[in-house]
C-alpha cells in the first residue's frame, strides 16, 4: 500500500476569549468543509486590541488533510 499524500490549507480562527478557543474554532469550521482532517499547526498569532485592551484573538493555522482515495470519499 502506497505511503499517504497531504495537503496543507492555511485558515485564520478567531476567538474573543482565547488562542485555544481561537484554534478550535478554525478546525472546526474547517472540518465542516474537508474531509480527512489529520493535525494542525499554528503558525501565526496577534489579535486586535480596544481601549487599550485584547478583543480578539487571531490564529494562523495550518491543517493537513489527507488526499482521500475514491472509495473513502464515497463512504
Request: hydrophobic share 45%; glycine share 8%.
Amino acid at each position: 500500500m502506497p505511503g499517504h499524500v497531504y495537503r496543507i490549507t492555511e485558515v485564520v480562527g478567531t476567538s474573543e476569549v482565547s488562542i485555544a478557543e481561537a484554534v478550535k474554532n478554525a478546525v472546526r469550521r474547517a472540518s465542516q468543509t474537508l474531509k480527512g482532517l489529520e493535525w494542525f499547526e499554528v503558525a501565526d498569532t496577534r489579535g486586535t486590541i480596544a481601549d487599550g485592551a485584547v478583543n480578539e484573538f487571531q490564529v494562523t493555522v495550518r491543517i493537513g488533510f489527507r488526499l482521500l482515495s475514491e472509495d473513502e470519499l464515497k463512504a
